[in-house]
C-alpha cells in the first residue's frame, strides 16, 4: 500500500511541477514605467517602445505578458522627482543627473538608485542667434542660455565643464546665472524668433541640426571639444526595483540590445521609427544624417562616466564619490569595458 501511494504522490509532484513550469512568473512587476526624451540620445528606448521590444524580451524570459507605459520627460529634475515620489520605474537620462541622484541615495537605501546600463553618445551643441558671441566668453548678463534643467541636468554639467576648461576650475559655475530652464523643443523655437533674451541653446540632435539649419544661428561649441565622445545618457532605477525585478532587469538589456543592433543595422528603418514617434518635425533624411555623424553612438557600455562624477565631486555636487564606475551599475555589466 505505502509503495503505492508513493508512486501516486511522485506522480501527482511531477504533474504538479509542469503545471507549474508551463504558468509564467509572477513573482516580480506585471507593469513597468519608462521615461525617455526627444531627442536622437533616446533612440533606442524609442526604438523599443516603436517595436515592443521589452514585451517580447519579458515574455521569452517566462514573465508573461508585460504591461509597459512610456513616460516623455525632459529635464533631469523633473525625472529625478518622478524618480523619487516612485512613480517611474525606470529611466533614460543625462549622465550628471543619474550620478547626482545616485550620490544623494547613498545617504537612503528608500531612495538609492543603481545604473542599469549605457545608453547613447553624441555631440551637444551650444548654438546661438547672436553673431557676436563667438566663444563662451562673449556671453553678457544680458544673454540666457536655454537649458532643459538648470545645474543637474545634462547640458547644465557640460556647460558648467567647458566653463571650467576655458576659465579655471574654480570659475565652473560662472556661466550658472544665465541659463534657464526649458525644455528643448520651446528653446528651439524661442531661438529660432530671436525675440525673448535666449540667445544661447545648448543642446543635442536633432535640435543642434534644426536650429543651425537656419542661418541667423551658428555653433559657438560643441560638447566632443571639451569631453570627447564618451556616454551621455544612461538608464537608471531604483536599486531596490532592479533587486525585486532580476528577470525584467535582464529582459531590459537584452530589449535594448536588440534596439541598439537594429539601429546599427538598419539607420533608415530607425529613423523612420523616430520620425513616426516623435513631435519634432523632422525628415527621415535628417535623422540619418544625424545617425550617421561619427560622433553619435548607442551602446550599453558606459563610456567615460567617471569623468562627470570626478567632475561633480569637485563641484561640491555630489559628496559620495564612486570608486569606480562599476559602483554605479548593476553587476550584469560589469564585464563590458566600461569607465
Known sequence: MFAVTKRLWLALAAAAALALAALPLRAEVSEVRISKGFGILYL?????????????????????????????????????????????????????????????????????????????????????????????????????????GIKTSLSAVVLQMAVAKEFGRENFSKLDTL???????????????????????????????????????????????????????????????????????????AALEEANALIDKDKKAAAEIFVRGSPIKVSEGEVVKMLEDPDTRFSTTPNGVMEFAEFLALAGTIRTRPASWKDLFIPQVHGKAGS
Request: aromatic residues 6%.
Open 44 to 148: 533606442p528606448l524609442i526604438v523599443m517602445q516603436d517595436q515592443k521590444l521589452l514585451e517580447k524580451q519579458a515574455a521569452k524570459a517566462g514573465l508573461g505578458e508585460l504591461k509597459v507605459t512610456w513616460l516623455t520627460i525632459d529635464g533631469g529634475n523633473i525625472i529625478n522627482d518622478a524618480m523619487l515620489a516612485g512613480t517611474l520605474d525606470i529611466a533614460g537620462t543625462g549622465a550628471p543627473g543619474f550620478v547626482t541622484l545616485w550620490s544623494k541615495g547613498k545617504a537612503s537605501p528608500r531612495t538609492e538608485v543603481i545604473g542599469v546600463s549605457g545608453l547613447s553618445a553624441t555631440s551637444l551643441y551650444l548654438n546661438s542667434n547672436k553673431p557676436e558671441i563667438k566663444s563662451l566668453r562673449d556671453f553678457t548678463e544680458k544673454d540666457r542660455i536655454a537649458l532643459p
Open 179 to 253: 541659463t534657464v530652464g526649458f525644455p528643448h523643443p520651446e528653446a528651439v523655437a524661442a531661438l529660432k524668433a530671436g525675440k525673448t533674451e535666449i540667445t544661447g541653446h545648448f543642446t543635442s540632435p536633432p535640435f543642434s541640426y534644426i536650429e543651425l539649419a537656419d542661418p541667423k544661428i551658428h555653433r559657438v561649441l560643441s560638447s566632443v571639444d571639451v569631453l570627447g565622445n564618451i556616454t551621455l545618457d544612461v538608464v537608471y532605477a531604483p536599486r531596490r526595483f532592479v533587486e525585486a525585478n532580476p528577470k525584467l532587469t535582464e529582459a531590459f538589456l
